[in-house]
């Protein structure tokens, strides 16, 4: 049963890729309907204002994963460093990492310590064996509450006009595409705090999800303990990742390491998904 519950645990750092300060504040932050419209260029200069600010993050979260066969949970300790890098440490239980994944501005590295392996890839490589096209950039944003243009590492003044703007009812649309016409549409609320995330083909068969909850002040800023994330094809959810907040520290120090020991055999992404998908649970 052990050795199950280890096994089944340390898939939960490979699908953490798939999906590729102290306690909670207990000051909740609700989100504001829309008054007056703004200007686009006023909309989008107060979205980049209001936005999560760091310089470093140090955070804490239970994330909970579910595939179309299984729901695992674990522990997570994610540290960045804004524009750099940021890892994530897969701590199941008794404190023992089983789990490290890192991103950088060109690769990904995964060391996995139950199985004495780690891999090692730029983006580039790993287009064909994940169905989505990764950007460093673009996923520090959705971990830190932000805004983004696919494919690009910030949004400029002169970038504005890439984003079509409704204000309409109590929330505010902005969307964009990307060079692949993946549709990218954000709703923020009256005060620009952005509350979801969703992007899709020209044909709606293939959605991802990225919804923002339970905001609360840290360091005086809004932040989201709460983040669902919903993979749905054809109708049909075939992913979910829950990411629930304990911890958030913005500007402390943070140590980057990451160390491949020598006995450790190094083996392609498209390698541990395919194990992935192979393996069964007794």
Not at 45 to 70: C, G, H, P, V, W
Not at 138 to 163: C, H, M, S, V
Not at 207 to 235: C, G, H, S, T
Request: glycine share 4%; aromatic share 10%; proline share 3%.
């Amino acid at each position: 049963m052990m050795k199950k519950t280890v096994r089944n645990l340390s898939y939960a750092g490979i699908l953490l890729l798939l999906l590729l300060s102290g306690c909670k504040s207990s000051q909740k932050v609700g989100t504001v309907g829309l008054g007056t419209a703004k200007a686009h260029k006023e909309f989008f200069d107060s979205m980049k204002e209001q936005a999560f600010q760091y310089t470093t993050l140090s955070a804490r979260m239970n994330a909970e994963i579910t595939t179309t066969d299984k729901t695992l949970s674990s522990r997570v300790d994610m540290k960045m460093v804004k524009d750099s890098a940021f890892q994530l440490s897969v701590v199941p239980m008794l404190g023992i990492e089983l789990f490290r994944i890192e991103f950088t501005l060109d690769s990904v590295k995964v060391l996995d310590r139950l199985n004495k392996r780690y891999v090692a890839e730029g983006y580039e490589g790993m287009k064909g064996s994940l169905p989505v096209d990764f950007n460093y950039y673009n996923l520090q944003a959705l971990f830190t509450n932000r805004i983004f243009l696919p494919g690009e590492q910030d949004i400029t003044p002169e970038k504005y006009n890439r984003f079509k703007l409704s204000q309409e009812g109590v929330k505010a649309i902005a969307k964009t595409q990307d060079v692949m016409d993946l549709l990218y549409t954000f709703l923020a609320d009256g005060e620009e705090k952005l509350l979801s995330l969703h992007v899709t083909d020209k044909d709606e068969r293939y959605n991802l999800y990225w919804d923002y909850q339970d905001f609360r002040l840290v360091e005086k800023q809004p932040f989201p303990m709460l983040m669902d994330v919903r993979i749905v094809a054809n109708n049909k959810q075939t992913g979910k990742a829950t990411f629930s907040f304990s911890r958030v520290e913005p500007d402390v120090p943070v140590n980057l390491s990451f160390s491949i020991p020598s006995k450790y055999k190094r083996v392609t992404f498209a390698q541990i998904v395919k194990s992935l998908r192979n393996s069964k649970t007794d």
